[in-house]
């Protein structure tokens, strides 16, 4: 049993560590592509649906989100390689 609650707390922690990585790469993207990774990628809304609420066409909706994800992805890497 302690085995289980020791694995369950290191679960978190690395839960927490990467909601805060997370959030730090992302206050680094523009607020508009922000937006376009929360409403698609966390948030779950269609490409469609968050088109609608932005008042952006879906192909604007699909490029910002690519252009974001590889920009996180840049924004990440470049953290990790860090010494």
């Not at 990585?21 to 523009?30: E, F, G, I, P, Y």
């Not at 609608?52 to 604007?60: A, H, K, S």
């Amino acid at each position: 049993m302690a085995a289980q609650s020791d694995q369950g707390f290191t679960e978190q922690a690395h839960q927490q560590d990467a909601r805060e990585v997370l959030q730090w790469a992302l206050a680094r993207l523009s607020p508009e592509n922000r937006l376009v990774v929360m409403l698609v990628h966390l948030e779950g809304y269609s490409v469609r649906e968050a088109a609608t609420l932005l008042g952006w066409t879906v192909i604007n909706v699909k490029v910002r989100a690519h252009r974001a994800r590889r920009l996180l992805r840049t924004i990440l890497r470049e953290e990790v390689a860090r010494p």
